[in-house]
């Protein structure tokens, strides 16, 4: 999973409009800060998007490196594959989550990226939060580099309050990680400074949350899947800093100034949908193109919810530092169970007046596909709602079969519109 | 537009498949079992019958049993409060899928659709809940299918912890343990008792020191008890009542003390990657007939996963003590030392000549690992064979001759 298509190139005419220049600059910013981290003076740590501990690591003096997101921007710019087929040469198998082989590959060729050098770890966190696959990959390069690795166990979300006993358990492990750091650097914890941090921490998060809920409006200033996706870097990557909690700033201006002009996602918003499932990294700007070609919006998405669930209260509270932290790990959307997976989408379904759903399968990734296909089933015949299930790769281009994915996709958009017109029961659209 | 799927809540017509074999209430057929070939056979049909006969017999009887997912779950809870655990470890190779297909999506390993198959089919009925622990995420999703597919079950997916170096995971795991039992409690319809759970630790102790006891026993005369004798024998052990298993576990070693068939020359063998879905009798068989000896195996770790847990002080503590120290390397569970160091300890402390990597198809944390286990084993030439099966294989060419040229070109090199 992760998210953040932080280079993927814009068209011309695109509305997006500030927030996507912005965007450019950080993420160039950042992977030049990265090419120039590693060794005593600036430490790196790699870090996992789900449940991550950032504010905590950089307090610390770490530079970070997510390799989910490192992935998903060689996907993006159609470099994956090289590093996918080199992951198989070292005994990876086919059906080894696309991230895991995209990373380990590359790592193995030298991390070079078309966006810069990915400097080696000193410090590995495991946040082992919604996706096991996570402990199987941090062990990985723990052994290719004989770095430390600190696993932090969140435990599976299974009811909307979380249990106490495990607010208490993650609470103990970040105070013992804290230590740790404390050792290996020589550094004191200041928890002023993380008091601080998170309070821009938290900005970023309310200011990306509120750009979500646009998705309500009818029609839709936002994309919440691809745009969305687009936005997701600086919540990712940069939280904790000032540019992120600012970004989101002029991002809702701009919304702001879309709703004023009229300078939608599409000229004619004919199907709102929503989105649940990892993109295709690979083949990202055909795959939306699927979409506008029926005048289909995202109004809402699962996806960019699995750095956190934000929308729906799992905000860092710098009240409560090491608390919320617990509780911002434990609502990161995988870590949530199918029976609060669904009902969360359910509520979606309400809240942004949904039409239709589009559930993107990953073949590699079964943290968030294992069990879609009955998410399919239970939106058709318990919510109604019409569903396409479709799947390819979020990482492998090999499984991106653009004839047969617009073939379905044109499929259901037309019965879509056809149901439109005879009010035909959403049963019978279940393409 | 799709074929409709199986709305949950209706069965089809067809299904489910008349149950093959009926057991007496008390299972008295095992207690009259003449003789371990007479076991192993018994336990060969009980275990190929996807509708569970023992648990139907159980419940018959008016008790209540309680489904565990591999590999790992506590069955002593599920003991301690009087009801029957069982393991469900798939379907195996007859169990036809037309449902779960679509439910679950196309990249997953055959025991996770067999098993969910099972459920929409009726197999499962016997069962009044079903505990999926965290052994990797399809494991963990299946128990939110399974909420919505049989509402009137109790479900609950157990959260296993990771980090096995902090203060604060024993408290958290008996909490968790606390969480199941609490569910548990209403299945069974009576309270949680300390007392209960010794007599139940002291059942599970007796049941795995039996099974290793069987386990030593093959591996320093494997002559004397096939693999899929020792196989099926230890299985047994996840669905029989426990009491009956341990007896009938006295009765085989007592016997196979007294065997002695003539050794052969074989390669000796560890067995990694079959920790949860698993392989088919006959491709066990060909392991034999191929000329390797297992000599450590991933089977049914269940039952070794820990020694004697201690019954005096807080037996839910012991209970949770015993998961978390236990030094088990396997896929589903980060490693306590490294996958490299596992591996090698695996080789030199069962004499071992090689390794054989059976993977299931799709099992993604078995996949992983052979990669780190690959290449310790290269680095030492130690010789390995990697092959992938699925429960529902029925052809061995290929594996039968990947399997021979393997033993050939190490026993006579
Ligand atoms: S398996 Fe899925 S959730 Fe896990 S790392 Fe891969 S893409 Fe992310
Ligand atoms: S076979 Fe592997 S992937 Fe499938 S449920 Fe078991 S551990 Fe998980």
Partial sequence: ?431 | MAAPLLTIGERTEEEPAAPSLELSNDLAEFRSAAGVAEMVRLAGEVLGDPTFPVARAWKRAGGRSVATFPVYTPQELIHALGMLPVTVQGGGENLEITHADALLGSFLCSISKSTLEMALTGRLDAFEGFVFPYICDVSRNLEGIFARSLPGKMTHMLHLPQNFGSAATLPFLIAEYRRLLAKLERVAGRAYDPEHLRASLATFNRQRRLVGELADLRRERPADLSLVEMYLLTRLGSTLPRELHIELLERALAELTARHRKPRDALRVVVVGPFCEQPTLDLLSLLEESGCAVVGEEFQMLSRWYGDVPSEGDPLENLARAYLEAPVDIGVRATPTTKEAGILARVERTGAQGVLFLTAKFCEPALEDVVLYRRALEKRNIPYLQMEFEERSTTYEQARLQLETFVESQLFD
């Fill in chain 1, 1 to 431: 999973m992760t998210g953040a298509a932080g280079a993927a190139p814009p068209r011309e005419g695109d509305f997006l409009d500030s927030g996507r220049e912005l965007q450019r600059r950080l993420v160039e910013e950042y992977y030049r800060g990265l090419a120039e981290a590693g060794g005593p003076q600036r430490p790196v740590a790699y870090m996992l998007v789900g449940g991550n501990l950032t504010e905590i690591v950089r307090s610390f003096g770490y530079e970070v490196v997510f390799p989910e997101i490192v992935a998903l921007n060689c996907a993006i710019k159609h470099r994956s594959l090289e590093n996918i087929l080199h992951a198989e040469a070292m005994g990876y198998g086919l059906d080894v989550c696309g991230y895991v082989k995209n990373d380990l590959g590359l790592q193995d060729l030298g991390g070079s990226t078309p966006f810069g050098r990915i400097p080696r770890p000193d410090l590995l966190v495991c946040s082992f939060s919604g996706c096991y696959v996570y402990v199987k990959w941090w062990e990985a390069l723990a052994e290719s580099y004989g770095a430390p690795m600190f696993t932090y166990d969140v435990p599976y979300l299974r009811e909307e309050v979380p249990y106490k006993e495990d607010i208490q358990y993650m609470v103990a492990q970040l105070w013992e990680f804290v230590h740790q750091l404390e050792k290996r650097t020589g550094r004191a914890f200041d928890m002023e400074e993380l008091k601080r941090v998170l309070r821009e921490t938290r900005r970023a998060e309310e200011g990306w949350a509120r750009y979500l809920r646009a998705g309500r409006l009818r029609p839709s200033p936002i994309e919440a899947y691809f745009e969305a996706i687009f936005y997701m870097f600086p919540i990712n990557v940069l939280r904790g800093t000032a540019q992120a909690a600012d970004f989101y700033d002029v991002v809702n201006a701009e919304v702001e100034r879309r709703v004023r002009e009229g300078n939608l996602p599409l000229p004619e918003e004919k199907v709102r949908v929503l989105v649940e499932g990892v993109p295709p990294y690979t083949n990202y700007r055909t795959f939306w193109d699927f979409f506008r070609k029926w005048g289909a919006v995202s109004v809402v998405a699962t996806y960019p919810k699995v750095g956190g669930l934000f929308d729906r209260g799992f905000l860092h509270d710098p009240a409560r530092p090491f608390e919320s932290i617990a509780e911002y790990s434990l609502g990161a959307y995988v870590n949530q169970s199918w029976t609060l997976r669904r009902k969360l989408i359910q509520e979606y379904l309400r809240e942004y007046s949904v039409d239709a759903v589009v559930i993107h399968g990953i073949k590699s990734c079964r943290s968030f596909t294992a069990g879609q296909g009955d998410l399919r089933d239970w939106l058709i015949h318990d919510q109604g709602v019409p569903t396409l299930y479709i799947e390819s790769d979020h990482q492998d281009p090999r499984y991106f079969a653009p004839a047969q994915i617009k073939n379905r996709m044109d499929a259901f958009f037309e019965s879509l519109d056809q149901r439109r017109t005879t009010k035909a029961p959403a049963t019978e659209v279940a393409a």
